[in-house]
């Protein structure tokens, strides 16, 4: 485990600089979750640090494997000085220990929620789990075991996760896209649903 996630950890140091920031939160029953802050520019990252650390398993498995199955961590970018993001770290860590906690796969076009504001005065509680490969590469690790994937969050308005809900992932997208929406903005405008 500690060298799965030293080798993360340095996937995301080459990919993001030096961390000025970090912060861990453990809950009962999981494994410590690491939140790392990268500051570039006008841009602030948040990165896990420890989702990645088990594979995550279905939880229809009677038998989890230890070595076999998807492994991720989460990456957050956001507009620096608009809002109190760094408020952000334990509601990240909440949706990084959701695969050991609920038994929950995350994957691109996956909706998270955490039911409250991810930062004072955000208009989002939920996430949508874009693909990965953009911002910091996949970590292969070398069989049997599954790449490390470094899965980009997207903050949604309640209104945008319910559209999503019945037109899904790609269809919001497409929304964003076409209407120029700032996903990094932490205080954006819903995008307009109909």
């Known amino acids: ?10 996937r995301l140091r080459s990919a993001l600089g030096e961390p000025d920031a970090r ?39 009677t038998l989890a494997d230890p070595v076999k199955g998807p492994r991720a961590e989460l990456v957050l970018s956001v507009r620096a000085g608009l809002a109190d993001t760094d ?13 050991q906690v609920e038994g929950v796969i995350v994957a691109p076009g996956n909706s998270l929620d955490v039911g409250e504001p991810l930062w004072p005065g955000a208009p989002f509680t939920s996430v949508l789990v874009a693909e990965s490969g ?11 075991m599954d790449p490390v994937r470094f899965l980009p969050l ?3 308005t309640p209104n945008e996760a319910a559209w999503k809900r019945v037109h899904g992932a790609g269809k919001l997208q497409e929304r964003w896209l076409t209407h120029g929406t700032d996903l990094r903005d932490p205080l954006r405008k819903p995008v307009p649903l109909t």
Do not use: C, H, N, W
């Open 1 to 10: 485990m500690g060298e799965v996630l030293a080798l993360v950890e340095a």
């Open 23 to 61: 912060a861990a939160v453990t809950f009962l029953g999981t494994e410590r979750i690491e939140v790392l802050r990268f500051v570039d520019g006008d841009i602030v990252r948040y990165a896990t640090l420890g989702m990645s650390a088990q594979p995550m398993t279905d939880p229809q498995d």
């Open 87 to 99: 408020k952000v770290l334990r509601p990240l860590a909440v949706l990084a220990s959701s695969p």
């Open 134 to 144: 953009g911002l910091v590469e996949d970590l292969e690790l070398g069989g049997p």
């Open 154 to 156: 997207l903050p949604m």
